[in-house]
């Protein structure tokens, strides 16, 4: 298989789009349609972007009538996008103009599962998860041991990619976030399976609000940034192979002038420099290391 040296990314969260004007909660933003029309043409004027990923919560209360307004606004994309469901994106059961797990994957042409392994590019694939409870969508997540095993065998069949692991709830999170993760064995049972295989070189999610960035055993995570409330951004990512290394750049890109973001709480929603930019060496096996040069050199 041909492996290109570079992959270029974005990961957008939280836009909470809702087809009637104004807040609906003092931490989102009026107009959530037009922020992500924004960061589409933000998107856009990057260039190269090779695929984004939606982390959940496209929709502030899993109306039908949100989806149409994402499905408008994303078809502007320049590249491919895929979808990770957030807890605002469905309902538990079938309710008038809401969406459920069903309908939300049969609107948006994805597996009825709403887990899925994807190619986005020669030598690299993007594993989305789905970590919503099914009869009660909530702030705390969940991995089911069925998906469990399902990834843990998506992880040794794409053992020669270079895998990107796509989520809603933070699987890893300091203790003031408990109540907004995936529950903690779930969690502990998920991070240890990331620190075990090699061909893992990020973990992204959603459900936060806040950019941060976390390791746990040698294995990058980042918590993306709200767009549909301050901070208004998003995250863009580059990772560069070579025979001997592998860096991921991480930055965000906040979609309106400073001037018209700042609420009084705003600097809550930042997170540090580090958090918002910077670059992570990946620290790759030797045997991936070998692999990786002899790919390298053969596509070259």
Not at 99 to 125: D, H, I, N, W
């Amino acid at each position: 298989m041909k492996l290109e040296p570079q992959l270029n990314f974005v990961q957008i969260s939280d836009v909470h789009l809702r087809p009637n004007a104004g807040r609906s909660g003092w931490w989102l933003s009026e107009r959530p349609e037009y922020l992500l029309q924004l960061a589409v043409e933000k998107v856009c004027a990057l260039g190269g972007v090779d695929f984004v990923v939606f982390t959940g919560d496209l929709f502030d209360q899993a109306e039908a009538a949100a989806l149409d307004q994402f499905v408008a606004i994303a078809g502007a994309l320049p590249c491919p996008y895929h979808v990770v469901v957030g807890n605002h994106d469905v309902v538990g059961k079938p309710w008038p103009g809401r969406l459920t797990k069903q309908t939300f994957a049969e609107r948006l042409a994805l597996p009825e599962k709403l887990y899925y392994s994807v190619p986005v590019k020669p030598g690299y694939r993007l594993i989305v998860l789905d970590t919503v409870p099914v009869l009660f969508p909530h702030a705390q997540g969940c991995l089911p041991a069925e998906q469990m095993e399902w990834l843990r065998w998506q992880l040794l069949v794409h053992r020669d990619e270079q895998v990107i692991v796509a989520l809603h709830h933070p699987p890893v999170a300091p203790a003031y976030f408990r109540d907004f993760r995936l529950n903690p064995l779930d969690g502990s049972q998920f991070a240890e399976l990331m620190a075990a295989a090699p061909n893992v070189v990020a973990v992204l999610s959603g459900h936060l609000h806040v950019p941060r960035r976390w390791s746990y055993r040698k294995r990058p995570y980042f918590s993306a940034p709200s767009l549909g409330g301050p901070p208004n951004a998003f995250r863009h990512f580059q990772l560069e192979l070579t025979a001997r290394s592998a860096r991921l750049r991480y930055d965000w890109i906040p979609v309106v002038p400073e001037s018209k973001r700042r609420p009084l709480w705003y600097p809550l929603t930042v997170g540090s420099r580090r958090d918002r930019r910077g670059r992570y060496r990946l620290q790759l096996p030797l045997l991936t290391q070998r692999r990786l040069a002899r790919r390298l050199n053969a596509a070259s």
